[in-house]
């Protein structure tokens, strides 16, 4: 305000000096009252114009100031109430404003920075030109580097690792084991493309699951010995029992010297029979084992999804109609392709549509869903999905362990092997169910 004040005063006394020298050149009030009129006009303008740059040359040096952030600056006040006063008074807030607030986001970041660094989990981030932004100390020490300028550094330590982080994209994952000093390491690699400000840039997560598939690897033992252990007892026990009952009848009648009857042939003959259709049951239950443990490697090729379905849907026909069971086929777009082993994935889809038919045997509606999909990650999907009864949450977390069943009939291994199928194609199969209502089973492909 008092700026204004100041700026109109001027303004108004040139304006007077002016109308006072129209004036006397008007009435002719002499050379000499003329000449020092004109003298103040030009003195009020020169006074004008020095005051005005004065101002605008502050205002243009404190957003000089702001442009560099220089923050520090303290302009003077004399407290004598003039408009220079108010002006340093105002320029004085807003840059402590500035500053302030300059050294929130500074404690921001170095918050957020020492965070990062010290996070379990390796972080890098990098641009479109391949510089490595930030790498965390977790990074380092899992690259067994110091320093890492360029991502494309990272090939000199792991092809495999290298080709994963530049191909992957927004929630893309994967398993990649790398050689360490400290010995081999199993790493989860996360990648998340991010914008700002105009630039595209990746952020990659490095996490050492190790310690943790060991762990999980060592828990899969323990089930599968105590499953193992547990079939085999209950093969071998009555087997035993038998045996040793007909060995003690033998010799039992031969240290007493008796003939063997018809009746006793007859009872020898039932036991052996006995025992040898516990073997068989034995000998089948380790055929089953072998074969979970020796799948072949896939040997991939073009699928047409909509033919692996009508293929599926002919090979199961018997069974389908004589349980009056409908097929629903939904592929979307309707001639999508999948790569990988026809042999395999075929099994794996009759495993899970068999498992479907024997869910709807007491079911009132009948019902089974082909489904074919990409989803918003690009990753092929394919379902199974049925009406059934669905399965107990007890269950789910235990279906995909080898042997385990919840059919009175069945080996236990059908799901087991479609598990490892899926392993080998680097894809993934869940499960999701709800009692009285159906189970989905979902074939997750990474396209």
Do not use: C
């Not at 000093?181 to 991010?194: A, F, K, N, T």
């Not at 069971?325 to 009759?350: A, H, K, R, W």
């Not at 999907?381 to 385990?404: C, Q, W, Y």
Request: hydrophobic share 40%; proline share 2%.
């Amino acid at each position: 305000m008092d700026y204004k004040v100041g700026l109109l005063g001027r303004i108004v006394l040139l304006a007077a000096a002016l109308f006072l020298l129209a004036t006397s050149i008007f009435n002719e009030w002499g050379v000499f009252m003329i000449s020092l009129l004109i003298i103040m006009v030009i003195f009020q303008i020169i006074f004008l114009i020095r005051y005005s740059e004065s101002s605008f040359k502050k205002v243009r040096v404190f957003l000089d100031n702001i442009k560099q952030d220089k923050y520090s600056q303290v302009y003077p006040v004399k407290f004598d109430g003039t408009e220079t006063d108010d002006l340093h008074i105002e320029f004085n807030a807003i840059l402590a404003k500035l500053k302030e607030d300059q050294a929130e986001k500074e404690a921001n970041y170095q918050y957020f920075r020492s965070v990062f660094k010290h996070l379990s989990i390796g972080l890098i981030t990098f641009g479109e030109n391949g510089e490595i932004q930030i790498l965390n100390t977790a990074a380092r020490r899992i690259l067994n580097v110091d320093v890492l300028k360029n991502i494309g550094e990272i090939e000199s330590i792991n092809k495999e690792l290298f080709l994963a982080i530049q191909n992957l994209r927004t929630g893309g994952s994967e398993l990649i084991k790398i050689a360490h000093p400290d010995g081999i390491m199993q790493l989860s690699v996360y990648v998340i493309e991010l914008l700002m400000r105009g630039e595209k840039f990746k952020l990659v997560s490095l996490q050492n699951i190790q310690s943790e598939l060991e762990e999980k690897e060592m828990e899969a033992w323990q089930n599968l010995v105590k499953i193992l252990t547990h079939e085999i007892m209950n093969s071998i026990a009555p087997i035993s029992s038998l045996a040793g009952t007909i060995k003690s009848d033998i010799e039992s009648k031969m240290d007493n010297q008796e003939e063997l009857t018809i009746t006793d042939l007859e009872d020898y003959l039932m036991g052996i029979s006995t025992i040898e259709k516990r073997s068989e049951g034995l000998t089948s239950f380790v055929s089953d084992f072998r074969s979970l443990a020796h799948i072949p490697t896939p040997k991939f090729s073009s699928i047409r999804i909509a033919k692996l379905f009508e293929q599926l849907e002919v090979l199961l026909h018997h069974q389908l109609e004589s349980g009056n069971i409908q097929v629903n086929i939904d592929l979307e777009p309707e001639e999508l392709i999948l790569f990988g082993d026809q042999t395999q994935i075929e099994q794996v889809l009759i495993n899970l549509t068999q498992n479907a038919i024997q869910a709807l045997e007491d079911a009132e509606e009948k019902t089974i869903t082909l489904r074919g999909y990409i989803d918003e990650a690009g990753k092929i999907i394919l379902e199974v999905s049925d009406t059934g009864k669905g399965i107990e949450e007890e269950a789910l977390s235990k279906i995909f362990i080898p042997f385990f069943t919840t059919k009175k009939k069945g080996s236990g291994i059908g799901l087991s092997l479609s598990k490892q199928i899926m392993r080998r194609h680097k894809g993934n199969i869940q499960v999701s169910s709800k009692l009285d209502e159906g189970t989905t089973f979902k074939l997750i492909f990474n396209g």
